[in-house]
């Protein structure tokens, strides 16, 4: 477990949010052009988190207008978390909307690895 210190603000965290900018995507399902832009996004997000950029990611299950995925990275800037959320191709695609925000960690407790492990695809 870990607990921050209040008063010592973090520089080089950011938090950035995706919105699908069809919400039809979620309730009636992706278009093929969308589904190849996710597939392009789980590669880039891949390529982060090998790259030491992102720290954490995931996203909730709603299928409603409330659904948002997001992920916590590390940036020099807020121009370069700018242009990592940017970067994403499903963001460069329009299929995503993203927002980027400076981020303090506070609370991190110890994340059970078998509660996040999907075993692989066959």
């Known amino acids: 477990m870990n607990i921050a210190d ?5 520089s080089g ?14 309730t009636d399902g992706p278009t ?7 597939a392009r996004h789980w590669t880039y997000s891949q390529e982060l ?17 409330s659904s948002f995925a997001f992920a916590v990275i590390r940036a020099p800037s807020a121009d370069a978390a700018r242009a990592v959320a940017e970067g994403d191709p499903a963001v460069a695609g329009g299929v ?6 400076a981020f303090q960690p506070m ?3 110890d994340w ?8 692989p695809a066959a």
Request: charge should be positive; proline fraction near 7%; glycine fraction near 4%.
């Open 6 to 10: 209040a008063r010592q603000v973090p």
């Open 107 to 109: 609370l991190m407790g």
């Open 13 to 26: 965290v950011f938090l950035y949010t995706l919105r699908p900018a069809r919400l039809a995507m979620l």
């Open 49 to 65: 988190l090998a790259r030491g950029v992102l720290v954490f990611a995931g996203r909730t299950l709603a299928r409603d207008a």
């Open 112 to 119: 059970p690895l078998e509660a996040a492990t999907v075993p």
């Open 96 to 101: 995503f909307a993203a927002e980027v925000h």
């Open 32 to 38: 093929a052009e969308e589904q190849a832009m996710a």
